[in-house]
């Protein structure tokens, strides 16, 4: 159906979300012109409407309502007249058309984003507000469609390369996702780092980067090490299904190799005595030993090695009795962290210079009651970027250390870890000995 000039005008100006004001502020123009055009009681001159029609993203004829109805356009023509406007810097086209698909194809958007990797440095389009403000808008429409989520990682890192840093920390604030560490605070600086060419900011997100994974790599309870490498038990490509969960000596053979790689990290060389922490010393992978130890006992003693199973039981032991004569940082805990004034655990790895371990409480609530736990690790990222908020604080997690099933027998079991493992070696002296040593040093009234 055709429309009128003043009904087109006020159809492509709502498409837009623009007042009468804000369309007559774009072409020079007072309010009262604009609503007389729209009122039909006086036509704009031919320049004021091809100023309108390439404001609108729109032809001439389409604005006045002349020729045919617009068909409308295929992903194929939206992705050649993208990519031919973006290869020509041509500003106006640009926005004209990004406006367009906003307006009338935004779920094309998705397969059409990559195109924006034409805008480098040096062309018409890098750095100018006109052409961001409308791929910023653009791309909030865009992700405000739940089908779109699957773009959102790689549609953020796109429009973070082409920020300036007047508009990088409010985009990163609306954006980021903390369990992601790409999509995080850091990540998305990083992102912005590498593409600016801030080589200083980039060294140091590149090694926090390596300090989050390394310590995620190494946590990761699910982690499978087999002889073809490391596996998802959930991938069942890779892994047989006939051990099936639950299997001590394959979560042996995990145990041994996380252990492995921590004790090649420190410089490590393990001694028959300390085969979980390889020392018996207490550095920043203190709260990992102790979770992997554990395990790593119970699966030893769950496979018939039962001397085995009480020598690691006994250097976690030895572990704890460390840590709890380690002085807890009770300035964290009390007064937020400040590394500079907390006692810290030593860190053997020079790449992971920037992670800080230290001892401090941690409060749960159990039944409704609020409970102090001393035997609680905390890591922290510590440095300061001048001019970033994003490292202050911004990676500390917390270890709680649990020997629930090693004292109580009423723990949950998991893929890695049955309490009955102990079985076998429960019985023994030295087992028994060790229960009495971490009750002597934890606090196990104010646990349990």
């Excluded at 031919?46 to 729109?58: D, S, T």
């Excluded at 779109?148 to 920020?163: A, D, F, G, K, Q």
């Amino acid at each position: 159906m055709k429309l009128n000039l003043n009904e087109n005008i006020r159809t492509y100006r709502k498409r837009l979300s623009m007042t009468q004001e804000q369309l007559a502020d774009r072409l020079g123009v007072s309010f009262q012109s604009v609503s007389r055009w729209e009122n039909g009681t006086t036509v704009p001159d031919i320049e004021r409407i091809v100023e309108m029609a390439r404001l609108f993203g729109c032809t001439v004829d389409a604005l006045l309502g002349c020729g045919e109805p617009e068909k409308r356009l295929t992903r194929k023509e939206l992705r050649d007249a993208l990519d031919d406007v973006l290869r020509k810097e041509d500003v106006d086209g640009t926005v004209g058309l990004l406006r367009t698909i906003r307006c009338e194809y935004p779920k094309e958007f998705p397969h059409l984003d990559h195109l924006l990797w034409l805008i480098r440095p040096g062309n018409a389009l890098y750095g100018n507000e006109t052409v961001m403000e409308e791929y910023r808008r653009l791309v909030d429409a865009c992700l405000a469609d739940p089908e779109n989520r699957w773009v959102y990682p790689s549609m953020i890192h796109r429009l973070i390369r082409l920020e300036d840093e007047a508009h990088l920390e409010e985009l990163i604030r609306r954006h980021r996702i903390s369990h992601n560490w790409d999509m995080s605070e850091a990540g998305l600086y990083l992102s912005w780092a590498r593409h600016h060419g801030d080589v200083p900011l980039c060294r140091r997100l590149a090694q926090e980067l390596k300090v989050r994974r390394m310590y995620e790599f190494i946590r990761e309870p699910m982690g499978l090490f087999l002889e073809n490498g490391m596996v998802s038990r959930d991938d069942p490509r890779k892994v047989e299904r006939d051990a099936g969960p639950g299997d001590p000596m394959r979560w042996r053979r995990a145990s041994e190799r996380k252990l492995a790689i921590l004790h090649c990290h420190s410089g490590i060389t393990p001694d028959k005595a300390h085969p979980v922490s390889g020392d018996g010393a207490a550095d920043i992978w203190a709260g990992a030993y102790l979770d992997i130890g554990f395990k790593y006992a119970a699966q030893l003693s769950a496979v018939g090695e039962e001397n085995q199973a009480l020598t690691a039981l006994e250097d976690c032991c030895e572990l704890i009795e460390k840590l709890m004569e380690f002085p807890a940082g009770l300035a964290a805990y009390r007064n937020g962290f400040r590394y500079d004034y907390c006692p810290a655990l030593p860190v053997r790895d020079p790449d992971l210079n920037l992670l800080q371990a230290y001892r401090a409480p941690s409060c749960y609530i159990v039944n409704d009651e609020k409970r102090e736990y001393p035997t609680s690790l905390h890591l922290a990222l510590i440095g300061s970027y001048p001019g970033q908020k994003f490292m202050q604080s911004s990676f500390d997690v917390t270890v709680r250390l649990d020997f629930e099933a090693l004292l109580t027998d009423q723990s949950k079991p998991t893929d890695d870890f049955y309490s009955s493992w102990y079985d076998p070696i429960r019985s023994h002296p030295r087992y028994h000995a060790v229960v009495e040593r971490i009750r002597t040093v934890i606090p196990w009234n104010t646990m349990y």
